[in-house]
């Protein structure tokens, strides 16, 4: 496995945790008295939800789904899939989707479609990072943590090949070899 990419800062830790913590506070105040159901989308947001989460000090549950939309690669595949969903009811429920970045679009499209037929009361959407120059299927951010172009991003539960999850701040890959 090529874990030797060069790669350059995009977003230090200290600045995505002040920008985590805005985005808190807002949800704070939108889903205070309500019946918040929190879904990361597995495994890209794992580290931004916990983040998110633990600066929401309202009762919510939280739950996990996983879609599969990207290969071993950069390139999407087009193809999204549900390989695992939530255990919980979502009918009824103010449902928030925590999800890592929106490229495309393709995949939140689909998981927006997927949790809207089951009836939530309402439902909205979360990223940390919005790629909104690169939309090919509209979708509405309603909770964007940074606007980004062009670029491969890693670090901070995003992947390259399953690898670089686990660096506190976001980088931006070479893959050029
Ligand atoms: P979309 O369906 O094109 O919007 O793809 C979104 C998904 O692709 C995200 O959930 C990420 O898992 C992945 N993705 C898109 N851009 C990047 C990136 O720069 N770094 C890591 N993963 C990315
Ligand atoms: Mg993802």
Redesign the pocket.
Known sequence: MNCGHEKSVMFEAGVIQERVAQMAERITADYAGKDLLAVC?LK??FMFFADLLRRIPLELETDFVR?R??GAG?A?SGR?ELTKDVECAVTGRDVLIV???????????FLLREFRARGPKSLRLAAL?D?VE?R?VP?RVDYAGFV?DA????GYG???AEQYRTLPAIFRLNLQP
């Open positions: 989308v890209g947001a879609i939309s990207y950069d999407s999204i999800e890592d970045i929106v490229d495309c679009g393709l995949s939140m499209d990072i790629k690169r090919c979708v980004a670029g491969f991003l890693v995003l992947d390259y």
